[in-house]
């Protein structure tokens, strides 16, 4: 079983700065997927970001960057010159590939951001 | 482009009133389908996922049960509601099981009185 942990229940940050969330995990598996998805207050799950693990490139998606390090079980996501948009949820996910996963999805607690101006 | 359609919105519902919340994915074929619950400022609970028509699996134990009458239709049910059955539902799917990120419904909203 993989459990997933965000130790940051709240963050905050003046908009148009750097915040980094933070994401660790545990699992046997080898190949895995790792999400972040944004929820914002109108509680729509949003995809953000994904990362394979058996890439050592971080994955980037305009002002959201991962850095991720495996051997660390470690996913924390950057978020860059931060708008008044980006206030929301964000949850880590973890996905196992293969076999019996079916697509199942484990997700952290989350880390409310909010952004000030 | 595939959509995903979750009704209701919003729903009062008193203490052991039967529950019935749907959900349908439209621009795909044979998609994973999941329901969770989030409790107020918390995760997301994975309640069941099916891989197919027929084919429920529970994740947690409890008052609910799930139906996928079609292959794009998920039903999340209840034949009386308890308290503890108060939260935020939301269902998603999938394609495949290798890295497909899940695609969520916009949710309803539960409030058991």
């Known amino acids: 079983a993989q459990t997933v942990t965000q130790s940051q229940p709240e963050m905050s940050v003046q908009e148009a700065e750097t915040v980094t969330l933070s994401c660790t995990y545990d699992?046997?598996?080898?190949?895995?997927?790792l999400f972040w998805y944004k929820q914002p207050p109108s509680r729509q799950m949003i995809l953000v970001i994904r990362?394979?693990?058996?890439?050592?490139q971080n994955a980037t998606e305009n002002r959201f960057s991962v850095n991720f390090q495996k051997a660390a079980k470690s996913f924390s996501l950057k978020i860059s010159d931060s708008q008044l948009g980006d206030t929301a949820m964000y949850f880590c996910?973890?996905?196992?590939?293969?076999?019996?996963?079916?697509?199942?999805?484990?997700f952290g607690q989350g880390t409310i951001l909010t952004v000030h101006p | 482009s595939q959509t995903i359609h979750q009704w209701p919105a919003t729903l009062v519902q008193p203490v052991g009133s039967p529950l019935s919340l749907e959900c349908t994915v439209e621009?795909?074929?044979?998609?994973?389908l999941y329901w969770y619950r989030q409790a107020a400022g918390r995760g997301l609970q994975l309640l069941f996922y099916?891989?197919?028509?027929?084919?429920i699996s529970s994740e947690v134990p409890q008052n609910l049960s799930a139906s996928r009458p079609q292959d794009r239709q998920f039903i999340l049910s209840s034949k009386k509601l308890l308290l503890s059955d108060s939260g935020f539902y939301l269902c998603?799917?999938?394609?495949?099981?290798?890295?497909?990120?899940?695609?969520f419904g916009d949710g309803t909203r539960l409030s058991i009185l």
């Open positions: 998603a799917w999938s394609v495949g099981t290798f890295g497909k990120p899940q695609h």
């Open positions: 699992t046997s598996e080898n190949n895995y997927y």
């Open positions: 990362q394979e693990a058996y890439k050592q």
């Open positions: 996910a973890f996905l196992p590939i293969g076999g019996t996963s079916y697509g199942k999805l484990t």
């Open positions: 621009g795909t074929s044979n998609p994973n």
């Open positions: 099916s891989v197919g028509i027929g084919q």
